[in-house]
């Protein structure tokens, strides 16, 4: 059976995309990256694509009237390129209901702390403040809200009592790319069956 399509958004580095990439050459993640979008015209990830001579483009939330015609551009990229799960990878913008509402549970995000703790930006530095004793990461559906919806996967990472937010990102950053691809092989498994806000894995 071929690999099925996914097209990964970015907006930065892309260290996340690096990983699902490496472990597609592996062969631990049998998916295919048919596109990677980024809203950034300067981010490496778009410089590790074309590396792994993957598609690569720019669609800049600038040239567009609204965010809607934006995530209209986005989402006909997605499907011209016959990506069926959108994985955002570090890709700094909330998705709107144009988007969502395209593809139902077709898009996960990976935040680096254990939701629903922490969501937003700098969760790092937000669970050392709090004082947190364990942080870590989450892969999860996409809805509508920030960081809000069905769980995937979790992994855990400590905070340590000196921590600055570089040590436990990296600590965490760690975790977060073997959980990306456990939670994508999964789906190109077909092993998550999704009610409501539970995610069960088969
Ligand atoms: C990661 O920490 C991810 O959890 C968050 O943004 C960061 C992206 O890093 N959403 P990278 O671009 O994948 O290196």
Redesign the pocket.
Same mark, same amino acid.
């Given at each position: 059976m071929a690999d099925r399509k996914i097209g990964v958004l970015?907006s =930065?580095?892309?260290?996340?995309?690096q990983a699902l990439i490496d472990n597609i050459r592996a062969g631990v993640l049998p998916v295919k990256i048919s596109v990677v979008i980024s809203d950034n015209g300067a981010a490496y990830?778009l410089a590790r694509a074309r590396a792994a001579g993957i598609a690569a483009c720019v669609i800049e939330r600038g040239r567009f009237a609204d965010k809607a015609a934006f995530e209209k551009a986005l989402s006909e990229k997605l499907e011209e390129c016959g990506a069926e799960l959108v994985a955002m990878? =570090?890709f700094m913008r909330l998705l709107g209901t144009y988007f969502i509402n395209r593809w139902p549970l077709r898009i996960m995000n990976?935040?680096?702390s254990l939701l629903p703790s922490f969501p937003g930006l700098n969760a790092q530095a937000q669970a050392i403040e709090y004082g947190a004793k364990i942080s870590g990461?989450t892969v999860h559906f996409v809805d509508e809200g920030m960081d809000t919806g069905p769980i995937i996967i979790q992994k855990a990472a400590p905070v340590l009592g000196n921590d600055t937010e570089d040590a436990l990102?990296a600590r965490i950053?760690e975790q977060?790319h073997l959980a990306y691809t456990e939670a994508i092989r999964l789906w190109a498994e077909n092993r998550l069956e999704v009610s409501g806000r539970l995610v069960k894995i088969k």
């Open positions: 970015v =930065g580095r892309g260290s996340n995309l990830a990878a =570090g990976i935040h680096p990461c990102s950053l977060e």
